[in-house]
């Protein structure tokens, strides 16, 4: 039953289970808070055995917290988890694999300069006399080894091998010895249609030895493959948990969504523009390949055009912004043009002098100063030396910060240059020489936003220019977007939030393994199909 | 061909080794004289000691930089209870467990302090030092007393001197310990990627301790054995040993990045360095120069290493 007040679809008690089966894993009340903000509201969760309990929610929505709770890898703030009705306290993830949870995480842990066999038994070597049986060792493994389908000797260094065959040995490692609990983070995120379809005999067979089973996953036929139950989390509250047999995929998505899944849809914020597209984009991407992680990506933007680029963690997002502003190696072979005029961008400092700016989405390492202070943030990486600026187009260049003949950074033109940027993006602090830290995370992004302002740039890359950024400096950030696109900046926006890409962009691309597998009209699209083509 | 060089580091090494007697005998026949060769060996040894410590180190992604203030002061304090006629049994165990300890005194800097290894033992590396030359007053302290020296260079069954045994042992029992030991695997884990090592459950100021405790015994053993060399010890007697150290560990094919170690190239290594060291000495090179040439080979070293980096890289985008 779907209420259509709360949005919440609760059709599960105890009884309804699989008749007989025992409790594996219970979780009652758990809540997490990060600084202010609140990431998980009282969450309940049981997991029983021989079942695959699929948990799914929105990028944000919770479900990390969750699974890093139960095994180990951080502690909840309240609540309790039981395990086969004892209550347990995992302060590590080593307690919680001798207990018994065992877990495939999303990001990859693997020593790269060990080999496969060591990665599997890091921590849990079979020993005699304290010297490790690599023998007994390689025997235990061979059958998961081959079950999985890994070729590679066990005596390969992980590093050699291809991210597949990584994900592969990850799972080897969690499924390797005993466990009650498995959690599965987007263990297929890499795997192909084969691959997958081996993780699910195996995962079949443990659901047969009564393992409890939690399976994260975006794709959401997977989910309807192979779970018996589903936990939806949206904003850190459970809004859904039902029986598969019981609901299907709309309804998962709308759950997922929740209320602004009918907002989303009527002609809001859409944007404005017409895009009246030239004969030659002025910028565009032909063919990218890049080793195994992109494969023939095209992509253009006009002047004054917002387009998106979407997808699953995974998909290839960052990874071709990365490679559009020279952070990332290109094959021998891609074409970047600005104007029709093909360009080598394999430096950021070229990309810069090209007047593209690139916003990165890992604020904290990637972007900020975090020694200097706010003007210094905003204006410091507009200030360039002589010989650069010489190689600097003259457009870009008129935009710099004004270096007086001594060499000598002009203090009054970096001051009205910050004022200018404070005023128009409004970021509040009370003094342009507080430190950029004392900020919030969303007058940061707009300090890093201005930062490329400034320069006027005439292509910009914003990769998730919105994450950690409360509503109303969204809704800031969208409005200093829109206004740079009116300025007549091309800008590509890659974002793990459709909402946003449908609010801000005429065209998406939708990425999966690397390759582009469409390219949308966001006025004839909505974030149902969106999130479908994402899931493949 | 250079590329397959570059990835078997032990076979370069070793072909560096026979080029490298090529052309010191050469130039003066004495370099392949038995006493010369024993000299090697000798020096060899305990170089192949105190880098196989480092191995272990730089293995862990980090850096010992007081293994040669640790063999001085272990070399004046042995040397200085020799003199008072403490037996040499006794003397061998105090110098061990004062050089595990000054190990010890690294790791918890490390691991209480959070300093990085470079910086904790940089500072340590001045301490101890200065420690070295309160004791002695800045002298030379003789060794009268034989029975350390034959400990040393004393003949096995008339073959070669006993150090090789020594260091023969040494690596056997280092060998064991990093690939067959939990342990071992644990030190190249935390190097390799630390946050995988964290995820396994290895509990890496454990490790972190460990492998400093090993690093300062054996530095502690190559300080004695040096003393036993000299038949003398002041508190210099290690300096420079630990950019030597960090030198054989590289040449012989031990990535800074950590992650990794090749103990055989260690050893192997050490014989190289010994052997160019001592045939700069017969080939009437002054001393003065030895700096300038172990500085090239440690930097020509470090460039192999950068290249091996870059070759891997291309090879792996997302590593």
Not at chain 1, 400 to 428: C, H, P, Y
Not at chain 2, 6 to 15: D, G, R, V
Not at chain 2, 149 to 154: H, K, M, P, R, T
Request: proline letters at 3%; charged letters at 20%.
């Amino acid at each position: 039953m779907l209420d259509m007040q709360t949005f919440k679809e609760i059709t599960t008690s105890d009884h309804d289970l699989v008749d007989g089966a025992q409790r594996r894993l219970r979780a009652t009340g758990l809540r997490k808070r990060f600084g202010v903000v609140e990431v998980l509201h009282s969450v309940d969760l049981d997991l029983m055995a021989g079942e695959v309990h699929a948990l799914l929610g929105e990028n944000g929505a919770g479900k990390s917290t969750l699974i890093n709770m139960l095994s180990g890898r951080i502690l909840p703030d309240s609540g309790q988890v039981e395990l086969d009705q004892q209550v347990v306290n995992f302060n590590n993830p080593l307690a919680a694999k001798r207990a018994g949870v065992s877990i495939i995480a999303q990001e990859l842990e693997l020593v790269p300069t060990l080999s496969i066999l060591e990665n599997i038994f890091l921590g849990a070597e079979p020993t005699k006399f304290g010297i490790i049986r690599w023998g007994e060792a390689r025997e235990k493994v061979a059958a998961v080894l081959n079950e999985l389908g890994i070729d590679a000797e066990p005596s390969r260094l992980t590093r050699t091998l291809s991210i597949a065959d990584q994900q592969l040995v990850e799972i080897a490692k969690a499924i390797i010895g005993d466990f009650r609990v498995l959690i599965m983070d987007e263990p297929t995120s890499a795997l192909n249609l084969e691959e997958t379809s081996r993780l699910f005999k195996i995962i079949s067979r443990f659901k047969a030895a009564g393992v409890a089973i939690l399976y994260v996953s975006h794709r959401l036929w997977e989910v309807f493959d192979i779970a018996d139950r589903v936990t939806v989390l949206r904003d850190g509250e459970v809004v859904q948990r039902s029986l598969i047999k019981d609901t299907n995929t709309a309804r998962v998505i709308q759950s997922m969504l929740g209320p602004k899944s009918s907002l989303i849809s009527g002609a809001t914020g859409r944007p404005k523009r017409s895009s009246v597209r030239s004969a030659v984009p002025v910028f565009e991407v032909r063919e990218l390949n890049s080793g195994r992680i992109l494969t023939n990506v095209s992509i253009s933007v006009d002047a004054g055009e917002v387009v998106g680029l979407a997808g699953v963690l995974g998909s290839g997002r960052t990874e071709l912004c990365e490679a559009i502003y020279g952070l990332r190696k290109v094959d021998p072979g891609t074409k970047i043009l600005i104007k029709g005029r093909a360009v080598e961008l394999d430096q950021p400092k070229k990309s810069s002098r090209h007047g593209i700016f690139f916003l990165t989405e890992d604020r904290k390492q990637e972007g900020i100063f975090p020694q200097l202070d706010l003007r210094e943030n905003v204006v410091l990486p507009n200030v360039l030396d002589r010989s650069d600026r010489a190689k600097t187009n003259s457009v870009a260049r008129s935009n710099l910060v004004k270096v007086t003949g001594f060499g000598v950074v002009s203090a009054q033109d970096e001051l009205s240059r910050f004022e200018e940027m404070r005023r128009s993006l409004n970021i509040k602090c009370s003094a342009s020489r507080n430190n950029v830290t004392q900020l919030s995370g969303g007058n940061q992004q707009k300090v890093l936003f201005a930062r490329g302002r400034i320069a006027k740039p005439f292509v910009m890359i914003l990769s998730e220019p919105t994450r950690g950024v409360d509503v109303g400096a969204k809704e800031e950030i969208y409005a200093a977007i829109d206004q740079l696109a009116g300025d007549g900046t091309a800008i590509i926006v890659s974002s793990s939030e459709i909402p946003e890409l449908l609010r801000l962009c005429t065209r998406i691309w939708i990425l999966r393994h690397g390759k582009v597998v469409s390219e949308v009209n966001s006025a004839e699209t909505d974030e149902e199909a969106i999130l479908e083509t994402m899931a493949g | 061909m250079f590329r397959s060089v570059l990835k078997s580091e032990s076979l370069a090494s070793l072909i560096a080794l026979v080029v490298v007697a090529i052309v010191f005998t050469a130039i003066n026949g004495r370099f392949l004289s038995r006493l010369n060769i024993e000299g090697i060996i000798v020096s060899a040894s305990i170089s192949a000691i105190v880098s196989l410590g480092m191995t272990f180190v730089i293995a862990m992604r980090a850096l010992d930089l007081s293994v040669g203030s640790i063999m001085g002061f272990v070399a004046v304090i042995a040397a200085t209870m020799l003199s008072h006629d403490v037996s040499l049994s006794i003397v061998i165990a105090i110098s061990l467990l004062a050089a595990a300890g000054l190990g010890l005194a690294n790791a918890l800097l490390i691991t209480w302090l959070r300093l990085p290894s470079f910086v904790a033992t940089l500072a340590s590396f001045s301490v101890i030092l200065g420690l070295s030359l309160i004791i002695t007053h800045g002298a030379t302290v003789t060794i009268h007393n034989r029975t350390l020296s034959e400990l040393v260079i004393g003949r096995i069954y008339g073959l070669v001197p006993s150090a090789a045994l020594i260091a023969a042992v040494v690596f056997g029992v280092m060998a064991m310990l990093f690939f067959r030991t939990p342990f071992g695997r644990h030190v190249a884990a935390t190097g390799g990627e630390a946050r995988a090592a964290i995820g396994a459950g290895v509990n890496i100021p454990r490790i972190t301790t460990g492998v400093f405790v090993i690093s300062g015994a054996l530095a502690g053993l190559g300080g004695i054995m040096t003393a036993g060399m000299l038949q003398n010890a002041d508190s210099t007697i290690g300096s420079g040993a630990e950019l030597m150290s960090i030198a054989v560990v590289v040449v012989g094919g031990t990535s800074l990045m950590g992650g990794r170690g090749n103990l055989p190239g260690t050893v192997l290594a050490g014989f190289l360095l010994s052997s160019i060291k001592s045939g700069l000495n017969v080939a009437n090179v002054p001393s003065l120069y030895e700096g300038l040439v172990f500085g090239g080979i440690l930097i020509t070293a470090l460039m192999v290493d950068g290249m091996r980096r870059t070759e891997r890289r291309k090879g792996m985008l997302v590593v």
